[in-house]
């Protein structure tokens, strides 16, 4: 297995003004030919910075791969500073030069002088041919270690790494690879789950386990590291399992499993329809469900009923019962749902009522306060949890649990 460091360069990332895609992007590619990145370092388009970047990264691990820097731009200096570290002068390269000039005329367009620099190669290095931008890659391989040297654009990006690097490298890691599976859980602090899971984690070796709390919940990532892949598959099976008996009703699904796709899988398994009846989450219930392709034999529609005349008219909410209980309260949602359900003649239905924030909370119900209600056939429950986060995070993480509760509650239908 090799280890390689990813330097990303441009100011933009520093910035914020630009998200890092290239670094998750090639972290992922190249983990299934068995390269580790160890260590991921965004700098900006200044030379004392690359340099300082690129030379360390060489002396912990002998290998760095950079994006950015190789346009034709005056910030566009890794070229340079690179070949300054190898101590190979730059020199211009006609074939390159030609092949700009040849894709410029396509576009119908001349060459400007500014775009020769990308023309010059540090002495030694091998050009990796770019058919998809006017910036070649790099491979330098030299004394300070290995070097390659990608252009920032991502397809272009994208497209080397396909084509150039990862067959140069596959070579050099052998049949070990990295290989990663994701449990998916939702209702569960992580402190919860990793109190329940105890000691399975020392079970795993010499897989890692990792847990990613999000908004929709807490993914746990187990990783086999430097492994043949019958035997990293085999493991990762192995861990998957256990981790699902420990887990329990709070696991759904794994890798890119949408909770919002496994319910529809169980209700279309039943031959059941879906309505929901939505007040804070404001759509966002049924926009989770119709964005699973092919969710219209199950999903039938939905009522956002933020206003209370709104819950009345649509819904059948006794005014009596608003005014003594409340729009966010037990009551109402258990008839948001029982209203719903009727509407659209569905035998599964959700309900979602509560205090999104940032104003509108009290001692009693605070910002966070959601209700939720659910209706599988005859039989229906209501559930209230305090959510945190802000307007966003308690809107999303609202429509999270209510599915979750409708999962729940289908598993023991």
Same mark, same amino acid.
Not at 55 to 64: C, E, I, N, P, Q
Not at 97 to 112: I, Q, S, Y
Not at 224 to 234: H, S, V
Not at 261 to 266: A, D, F, K, Q
């Given at each position: ?6 330097v ?28 580790r ?11 004392a ?40 002068p ?34 030694g290095?091998a ?5 998809w931008g ?34 140069? $490298?596959a070579?050099?890691?052998? =049949? %070990?690879?990295?290989? *990663? ?5 939702? &209702? @569960? ?14 079970e ?19 990783t ?11 493991r ?11 887990a329990?009703?709070?696991a ?20 059941w ?10 759509? $966002?219930?049924?926009?989770?469900? =119709? %964005?699973?392709?092919? *969710? ?5 529609? &939905? @009522?956002?009923a933020?206003?209370?005349?709104v ?22 949602a ?41 209706r ?6 209501v ?11 308690i809107?999303?993480?609202a ?11 289908l598993h023991?239908?």
């Open positions: 297995m090799i280890d390689l460091e990813l990303t360069i441009g100011t933009e990332l520093l910035l914020g003004q630009l998200l890092d895609g290239n670094g998750a992007e090639i972290g992922r590619m190249l983990a299934e030919r068995g390269v990145v160890t260590r991921r370092t965004s700098v900006g388009d200044d030379e910075s690359i340099g300082a970047a690129v030379s360390d990264a060489l002396k912990r691990t002998g290998a760095v791969l950079t994006t950015g820097g190789l346009g034709p731009t005056r910030d566009d200096v890794t070229k340079r500073v690179v070949a300054d570290l190898y101590q190979w730059l020199e211009f390269d006609a074939t390159i030069w030609d092949a700009l000039v040849d894709r410029f005329a396509k576009l119908g367009r001349t060459a400007p002088a500014s775009n020769r620099s990308q023309a010059e190669v540090p002495r290095a050009v990796l041919s770019n058919r006017t910036a070649p890659g790099l491979w330098l391989e030299g004394p300070p270690g290995l070097t390659i040297m990608l252009p920032g654009v991502p397809r272009e990006m994208r497209e080397l790494m396909r084509h150039e690097v990862l067959p140069r $490298l070579s050099r890691a052998g =049949t %070990a690879i990295i290989r *990663s599976r994701t449990l998916r859980t939702t &209702g @569960v602090a992580e402190s919860k789950l990793a109190e329940t899971l105890g000691l399975v984690e020392d795993l070796k010499p897989l890692t386990l990792a847990y990613l709390p999000g908004v929709s919940g807490v993914d746990l990532r187990v086999a590291w430097g492994l043949p892949e019958d035997d990293a598959r085999e990762l099976d192995a861990a998957e399992h256990r981790l699902r008996q420990s329990g009703e709070w759904y699904g794994t890798d890119d499993d949408d909770l919002a796709e496994v319910i529809l899988g169980l209700a279309r398994q039943r031959h329809h879906l309505a929901v009846a939505e007040s804070c989450t404001g759509g $966002l219930l049924g926009g989770r469900l =119709t %964005a699973v392709p092919g *969710s219209s034999d199950v999903f039938v529609g &939905g @009522v956002i933020y206003d209370n005349a819950k009345t008219r649509e819904l059948d909410v006794p005014t009596d019962l608003l005014a003594a209980h409340g729009a966010v309260s037990e009551a109402v258990r008839a948001m749902v029982e209203g719903v359900a009727q509407r659209f003649g569905a035998e599964l239905a959700l309900a979602v009522t509560g205090i999104a924030g940032p104003d509108g909370g009290s001692p009693e119900k605070p910002v966070g306060t959601v209700f939720v209600a659910w599988v056939g005859r039989r229906v429950g559930s209230r949890v305090v959510l945190p986060g802000d307007r966003n995070e809107r999303a993480r429509a999270q649990s209510a599915l979750y509760l409708l999962y729940r509650a023991s239908a």
